[in-house]
């Protein structure tokens, strides 16, 4: 278990106002990425950060911004919610030592 | 086409049957994982394989590279194992690029 937190677990919230979810890792892993999971689709890549302040785009990154200030904290922002991205939000680290891929529990939110 | 796919999408067994799980895929890769999602739950890692075959427990995971395919095997089956089996691949070169299949929905009945 390498200790992700996501926060919050459950979220709703209307069209257009802004959301951040937390992802908070205890290991000290260099690599962290937040996923999207819908029905029919596999886990899809929104943005991953290779280091504080190191980020970059995934595949459905547009509506969606990340900040990693710190190692073990990345943030991911909805500017301004849409029903679209009504989904469940999946953080996951991984261990260069070990090429082991570890993921938080999941937020789910839902986006009125 | 999908540069992950997994076969079957549903599968039903019952206890104790032995079940095998397939994925293939078309890019060049480092590493391939399994992942296991209960139903409402998170995701956990099951194997991480670059070449041959591990074991842990009641699960094998064997890949052959030549032929860019994968295979879970779940000896016993029983009716916990219950759950989704994701299949990742990481291409060559790059810690960022995991590409995930669609999932196979495993459900083991007593």
């Known amino acids: 278990d390498a200790g992700i937190t996501q926060s919050p677990r459950h979220k709703v919230t209307e069209t257009g106002t802004p959301v951040t979810l937390r992802c908070h890792q205890t290991e000290n892993h260099r690599y962290m990425y937040w996923y999207r999971q819908d029905p029919g689709h596999g886990l899809r890549l929104i943005h991953y950060s290779y280091g504080v302040k190191d980020t970059d785009k995934g595949e459905v990154s547009d509506g969606y911004s990340v900040s990693r200030s710190k190692t073990e904290d990345f943030l991911l922002t909805l500017e301004s919610a849409t029903s679209s991205q009504t989904s469940v939000y999946f953080c996951?680290?991984?261990?260069?030592?070990?090429?082991?891929?570890?993921f938080g529990e999941g937020s789910r939110l839902t986006v009125l | 086409k999908n540069e992950v796919e997994q076969s079957p999408q549903n599968l039903t067994a019952q206890e104790g049957e032995f079940i095998t799980i397939n994925c293939s895929y078309s890019?060049?890769?480092?590493?391939l994982h399994w992942l296991q999602q209960h139903p409402g739950g998170g995701i956990v890692s099951l194997f991480m394989l670059s070449s041959g075959k591990k074991k842990h427990g009641r699960l094998i995971a064997t890949i052959n590279i030549q032929e860019k395919h994968s295979s879970l095997h779940i000896t016993a089956s029983h009716p916990r194992d219950s759950a989704v089996y994701i299949c990742?691949?990481?291409?060559?070169?790059?810690?960022?690029?995991?590409?995930f299949g669609t999932g196979t929905r495993l459900q083991v009945t007593l």
């Open positions: 996951a680290t991984y261990s260069t030592a070990t090429g082991e891929l570890f």
């Open positions: 890019v060049g890769i480092s590493a």
């Open positions: 990742a691949v990481r291409s060559t070169g790059t810690a960022s690029k995991l590409t």
